[in-house]
């Protein structure tokens, strides 16, 4: 199983950047899929959720209304669009698959993606 994420980069405060992560070796349509983050000397904390099946969503309070996870189940790939960016979402970026839905501890979760880091400038 693979989760390759990418998409990070450098942003100035009020910025927008759009994750991806590709997923393979699993049945992807059957995966609740999640977004987590870890700051410099921070523990890993969630993000973002998408269900499968229904693709409903969730969100962690600090991103609800700036942030919109989304999934491609043809393509395998769940996005992470995040808009109104600000110093404090600086932080690696983590995707991750679990075959229940709308998790939100790290321990939970089955299978992580490597990271890519997005630095917000202010």
């Known amino acids: 199983v693979q989760l390759q994420a990418c998409g990070g980069g450098l942003v100035q405060a009020g910025g927008s950047l759009r994750l991806s992560c590709v997923v393979s070796g699993l049945t992807f349509s059957r995966y609740g899929m999640s977004w987590f983050r870890q700051a410099p000397g921070k523990e890993r904390e969630f993000v973002a959720t998408i269900a499968w099946g229904s693709s409903t969503t969730s969100y962690a309070d600090s991103v609800k209304g700036r942030f919109t996870i989304s999934r491609d189940n043809a393509k395998n790939t769940v996005y992470l669009q995040m808009n109104s960016l600000n110093a404090e979402d600086t932080a690696v970026y983590y995707c991750?698959?679990?075959?229940?839905?709308?998790?939100?501890?790290?321990?939970?979760?089955?299978?992580w993606g490597q990271g890519t880091l997005v630095t917000v400038s202010s």
């Open positions: 991750a698959a679990s075959l229940r839905n709308f998790l939100r501890l790290p321990q939970q979760y089955d299978y």
